[in-house]
């Protein structure tokens, strides 16, 4: 586990903190001072119910999703590395498409994604396995012919492709890997075919661990792990985390609850600590309860410094940006909570539920005051 510094920053009721992820020794000869700085954010569930897909068909029978993420592009673009929770599957053939229980989401929604800045994209999720290892293979495919510098997670092609994906921004290399709990019953399809999706099961996560971490300046995990609409993390949860935390995980974000759930700094009983996201919630979907329209967008800064001929590695700040989902016939799409358009309130579906601006900000700081 890497050696880890904290010192406290505080602000409003969110947390704000910094601590060292890693010290290595380089050229003890190296006099000057050198510092690099990247923004990371990530966006939880992007859960594409009916509703959600159907408003964006177009007449040549192709859907355009931009307008699903027109509305936090700005942030999202802002990013040096933005990732997104793709929670259900792609698929090619638009007669595979489908809703909740089993989705099959238009591999259009792609285009969409890296419109709207994304970089990295994890699909290791309970519905992984919707279409089969088909709608594995068509995600694949899509992202290897359309953007080949896309990063995505979880699945995989071939049993010789690498649980671990990296990325470097500004001279610092950040790892990735991404963990589903499980497929919906549906792991029986896996089965002599385990490596097409990453499950928390999987007996080689210590040694993708140690892979990951000895090769990247910063690393985190991806799980998708908790139980749906609770909003704070379960025992199992809390165990998953703590593994992977102590097999080297420097930063945790967690999806699948649906809800928002705490963040923070995390020690862990054996004395290692790393930033947890315990859930993002979704970031759309057409779920029709108050919380499960309300997610967040984590915003971390990372600064590698190198003084002396010594590299550091710090999260020099963090919080959360709130998010709501405007939910109406034919305009599904997510703002920030604080940009939320006044006039839109009233058009809201859940508005007979008790949805107000309001209430949305006391129930956010409700649970991330936890």
């Known amino acids: 586990m890497k050696n880890i510094l904290l010192f406290g ?9 910094g601590y060292s992820a890693d010290i290595k020794s380089l050229n003890p000869e190296r006099k000057e001072e050198k510092s690099y700085e990247i923004n990371i954010k ?17 007449s040549d029978g192709s859907y355009n999703f931009d307008k699903v993420f027109t509305n936090v592009k700005k942030d999202i673009e802002a990013a040096d590395i933005a990732i997104i929770n793709q929670e259900t599957i792609l698929v090619h053939d638009k007669s595979k498409i489908s809703s909740y229980p089993t989705f099959g989401t238009p591999d259009d929604i792609g285009h969409a994604i890296v419109s709207a800045g994304f ?24 992202w290897n012919e359309n953007y080949p510098d896309i990063t995505y997670l979880g699945i995989h092609d071939s049993p010789d492709d690498s649980d671990v994906r990296y990325l470097t921004k500004n001279n ?14 549906l792991e029986p399809y896996r089965k002599g075919k385990e490596y097409v999706v990453d499950m928390l099961s999987d007996a080689d996560i210590e040694g993708t661990m140690e892979e990951a971490s000895s090769h990247s300046d910063l690393l985190i995990a991806v799980l998708h792990v908790g139980d749906e609409y609770v909003y704070e993390p379960t025992k199992y949860q809390k165990q998953q985390i703590n593994k992977f935390i102590d097999l080297g995980a420097d930063i945790v974000f967690c999806a699948h609850p649906h809800v928002l759930q705490p963040y ?18 979704n970031f759309i ?26 590299e550091k590695v710090e999260i020099t700040d963090y919080t959360l940006l709130p998010l709501v989902t405007h939910q109406e016939a034919g305009n599904y799409t997510t703002y920030r909570l604080d940009e939320y358009p006044k006039d839109l309130e009233k058009q809201h579906r859940l508005l007979h539920k008790g949805f107000s601006i309001s209430s949305a900000k006391e129930f956010i700081n409700k649970i991330l005051n936890k």
């Open 264 to 281: 923070g700094m995390v020690t862990t009983p054996q004395g290692n600590t790393a930033l947890v996201y315990y859930s993002l919630g």
């Open 9 to 17: 920053l505080f602000c409003s009721s969110l947390f704000l903190s």
């Open 42 to 58: 990530m966006v939880g569930d992007d859960l594409i119910h009916k509703g959600v897909y159907e408003q964006c068909l177009q």
């Open 285 to 310: 979907s057409s779920q029709n309860e108050i919380p499960r329209v309300l997610g967040g967008m984590a915003d971390v800064y990372i600064q590698k410094t190198i003084m002396n001929g010594i």
């Open 119 to 142: 970089d990295v994209i994890a699909h290791s999720t309970n519905h992984t396995m919707d279409k089969g290892i088909a709608g594995i293979n068509d995600t694949i495919r899509f």
């Open 172 to 185: 610092i290399t950040v790892g990735f890997v991404n963990y589903t709990y499980g497929l919906n019953g």
